[in-house]
């Protein structure tokens, strides 16, 4: 065999690989601060109830029992293959519950002073006795109520069978592999509410689905008697796979109701044209000693007018804090030479600062101004 043409493909995907890995860009990542979707200035204290749910262990529970078993499995299987299902009574309260603590964890990042439903959950109970729920919330400093419910659950789970066919002989079944499948879908609403005021300020119903994926959990040997892969207890049970979805609302839920911190990445230019004493600034950069490479980046602007090197001094600016000294370099440079990723970059980092500022309007703000588009809640 001749192995030359083969040397030659992995010489050249090697050379493709140290090529891209050469022509990245140096690249500094900036945490920078960013302002909730919903406007939440002056709202400090937020009470979290218990997320609610609307489904019974008779909604999806009690179909199943057990795991139904669909397509043709032969009949000698059926009591080896006979599971009970995956969810069972306790499946909703726990999901629910879970969801509960998820809403915490998703607007608990440093912004709000937080109740949690374990307190929140007596005051609602205390405040109905006497008639006066929006009174006993703000009796307890509470600004705003974030109230939550699972508006839609579906969770599917079959076995079946499939048959193995001969190496020698393709149509001939020689034994069988069993596959457990499941599949889920879950949407959770939730509303934060001015308690003052009586109004929505901010709501959105959440959706996720999962599914379907398999499961080995059995085959059978070569005299077709069946063989467990996985005992029951090694099986997902739907709690775990609804609380996987749940995971993934956290991260919407902050953006859209908290301050919050995200982290932005600005790739510096390329030394193009070469400038050999602007080596060494780049190597400042992957080092992080960021001052001195903004000194010698600045130095070669001043002294040349070297695009990159103004470019990427105005990154370095504004990672040091200098916001206006990065505004007024970004600026220059694009008037100076024209360079369009120059003015990208100047209304790139305005933009970051507006919204940062923004975040600290918000967390410093005591004055709350709902929209008027609120819906009245009347509680």
Known sequence: MNRKPRIAVVLLLALAILLSVAGCSTSIALRTLVPAEVNVSGYKTIAVQSTAYNYSPSDLWWRYFFIPIRGNVEERYINDLKKFSLFD????????????????RAIDKGYFDIKSPNLTDPLITVGKSLGTVRQTLMDNGVDALLTSNISYMNYDEFIESEPVYSKETPNTVVGYRFYLN???TISLTYSVIDVENNVIIGNDTLTRSCGPFRTLIGHTNDAK?????RNYFELRHA?????DLIDGFVDDIT??????YVTSYFGLM???PKVKS??????YVKSENYRTALDLFV????????????YNAAILYYTLGQYEEAFSMAKDVYEKSGNSQALDLYYRLKDVREKQEAARDQMNSTTKNPSSSGELIGF
């Open 299 to 310: 130095a070669e602007y001043n002294r040349s007018g070297h695009v990159a090197a103004g």
């Open 182 to 184: 499941q599949s889920a």
């Open 255 to 260: 953006r859209k109701l908290t301050p919050h």
């Open 225 to 229: 008697e069946f063989v467990s892969d």
């Open 270 to 272: 390329d030394n193009k």
């Open 89 to 104: 009574a306790s499946t909703s309260s726990n999901v629910a519950k879970y969801a509960s603590e998820n809403l915490v």
């Open 239 to 243: 709690s775990d796979i609804f609380d």
């Open 278 to 283: 602007l080596e060494s600034a780049y190597d």
